[in-house]
């Protein structure tokens, strides 16, 4: 059996109106702007075993029912 796995985390990427004030701010402080659109961290980075990733994806839907719907203003 392996040892490698793989990195993943779990992201919001809300619709927002001030994208460019959002990315004007993050151009200047976040040096990893330029990598990923501005969002949520819902989980962050872990490191798991490579597996089918319908079963990651089933585990993050089955978790996320369990929450109630928020607004994100």
Same mark, same amino acid.
């Given at each position: 059996?392996?040892?490698?796995?793989?990195?993943?985390?779990?992201?919001?990427?809300?619709?927002?109106?001030?994208?460019?004030?959002? +990315?004007?701010?993050?151009?200047?402080?976040?040096? &990893?702007?330029?990598? *990923?659109?501005?969002?949520?961290?819902?989980?962050? !980075? $872990? +490191?798991?075993?490579?597996?089918?990733?319908?079963? &990651?994806?089933?585990? *993050?839907?089955?978790?996320?029912?369990?929450?109630? !719907? $928020?607004?994100?203003?």
């Amino acid at each position: 059996m392996s040892n490698e796995t793989i990195r993943y985390c779990v992201h919001l990427f809300p619709a927002v109106s001030n994208q460019s004030e959002i +990315d004007e701010y993050r151009n200047r402080f976040d040096p &990893l702007a330029f990598k *990923v659109a501005p969002h949520i961290t819902l989980v962050f !980075p $872990f +490191d798991i075993q490579p597996e089918p990733i319908s079963r &990651l994806l089933s585990h *993050v839907h089955a978790t996320a029912e369990t929450f109630a !719907p $928020f607004t994100v203003t």
